[in-house]
């Protein structure tokens, strides 16, 4: 009788979940426990892979928790912009499938993914991850683009976070044919032997949080806090931990709750845990 009743008290617990989830994820935080085991203030483990997409410049995997992305950077040639005539490119972009999970639909890129991919951009230019000019290689004819295309293949919430690290890792692990100009024909030849790193220089890492009830502020949510949280706060900060920007979504926070103090302070230990991570690469 005991063994038949685990399976039982599981559907009833899923069920209860399911139709009264705000309910459900007080009574975890009453007991001092998120309904995955970690604290309030707990990130999920973080694993990063690189090198695994052999057609790809550079790659990357990274898993957060069950939250999985995967990052390929494609480099092609091209003619700079007339107004920025030493200047290469730099494009990320999000694809939030629906394999990942179902509240996406085939068919067009979704707002959630439109929106998440500008923030990406944002960050990798405020980082100064790249200078584009490093990009260049014959000014005002020939630029390289780098095309930076993340796949989310497991969503199980705090997607940005992920895809940023998985686009730095990528970036970290691509490696570009040396391009050489030829004035007398107005050509590139790319040498098959030589291939160099990209000249980075700062690396920005995210860290989210989110503020759920006024009362609780749960570092990485997952896919299924998400929707309860009345605010998400962004912190991004440098490689050596210095805070680059921060972004709420929501709810006003208010200052009596002291939520982005103990937003960048977190944000800021954790950094120097994931940096471990990337110099490895």
């Known amino acids: 009788?005991?063994?038949?009743?685990?399976?039982?008290?599981?559907?009833?617990?899923?069920?209860?979940?399911?139709?009264?989830?705000?309910?459900?994820?007080?009574?975890f935080l009453e007991e001092n426990v998120r309904p995955d085991g970690r604290d309030f203030?707990?990130?999920?483990?973080?694993?990063?892979?690189?090198?695994?997409?052999?057609?790809a410049d550079g790659?990357?995997?990274?898993?957060?928790?069950?939250?999985t992305v995967v990052c390929g950077v494609k480099a092609e040639i091209a003619e700079p912009d007339l107004d920025a005539p030493e200047d290469g490119f730099l494009v990320p972009n999000l694809d939030l499938s629906p394999l990942c999970s179902p509240k996406y639909k085939p068919g067009p890129p979704s707002d959630d993914a439109q929106v998440i991919s500008s923030r990406l951009n944002e960050a990798l230019i405020l980082?100064?991850?790249l200078s584009t000019k490093s990009l260049c290689i014959q000014p005002g004819k020939?630029?390289?683009v780098l095309y930076v295309d993340a796949t989310c293949i497991n969503y199980n919430g705090n997607v940005f976070d992920a895809t940023l690290l998985a686009m730095v890792a990528a970036l970290k692990n691509v490696r570009l044919p040396k391009a050489t100009y030829h004035e007398e024909t107005n050509h590139v030849t790319c040498s098959r032997k030589i291939r160099e790193p990209l000249s980075l220089s700062e690396v920005p890492i995210s860290s989210s949080f989110g503020v759920f009830d006024s009362l609780h502020l749960l570092a990485d949510p997952t896919a299924f806090e998400e929707p309860l949280l009345e605010t998400t706060v962004t912190v991004i900060t440098d490689s050596k931990g210095r805070l680059l920007s921060t972004n709420q979504l929501g709810q006003y926070l208010s200052p009596q709750l002291d939520v982005l103090s103990k937003c960048i302070t977190n944000a800021q230990s954790r950094t120097t845990e994931i940096m471990q991570q990337v110099l490895a690469i």
């Open 1 to 27: 009788m005991a063994a038949s009743s685990t399976p039982s008290e599981a559907i009833r617990a899923a069920t209860f979940q399911r139709l009264h989830p705000k309910t459900y994820l007080e009574r």
């Open 41 to 55: 203030l707990e990130f999920r483990d973080c694993s990063i892979n690189v090198g695994s997409i052999s057609t």
């Open 59 to 67: 790659s990357s995997l990274v898993r957060l928790g069950d939250t």
């Open 127 to 129: 980082s100064d991850i």
């Open 142 to 144: 020939f630029a390289w």
